[in-house]
């Protein structure tokens, strides 16, 4: 099984910036791409950012122009860099890793996300 680790999360104010981490480790059975998703309370969970293995990236409409997803120094890392934060950023993100396919097959625990003065 594949084991995401995000890191990164916390409380931020409006109009400030944070990055997201995430490390895949684990039994890694293929790689398609990592991203992010996010769901707030009483919200449904929504995609933020994908960067697949061959190079293509996409965007949440909510997100795009503010957020920036990249792979970092080694195959099995993603980070998210989060700037012009609005407190309806506000949400767990979670890490997904896609071992095949256009949907996620593990997902991270979530990191918490609060953009507020």
């Known amino acids: 099984q594949v084991h995401l680790a995000e890191s990164g999360g916390g409380l931020v104010q409006p109009g400030g910036s944070l990055t997201l981490s995430c490390i895949a480790s684990?039994?890694?059975?293929?790689?398609?791409?990592m991203g992010w998703y996010r769901q707030a309370p009483g919200k449904e969970r929504e995609m933020v950012a994908i960067?697949?293995?061959?190079?293509?990236?996409d965007y949440g409409d909510s997100v795009k122009g503010r957020f920036t997803i990249s792979r970092e120094t080694g195959w099995n890392t993603v980070s998210l860099q989060m700037n012009s934060l609005k407190p309806e950023d506000t949400a767990v993100y979670y890490c997904?890793?896609?071992?095949?396919?256009?949907?996620?097959?593990?997902w991270g625990q979530g990191t918490q996300l609060t953009v507020s003065s």
């Open positions: 997904t890793f896609y071992a095949l396919g256009d949907t996620p097959n593990y």
């Open positions: 960067a697949t293995n061959g190079g293509w990236l």
């Open positions: 684990g039994n890694i059975p293929g790689f398609n791409g």
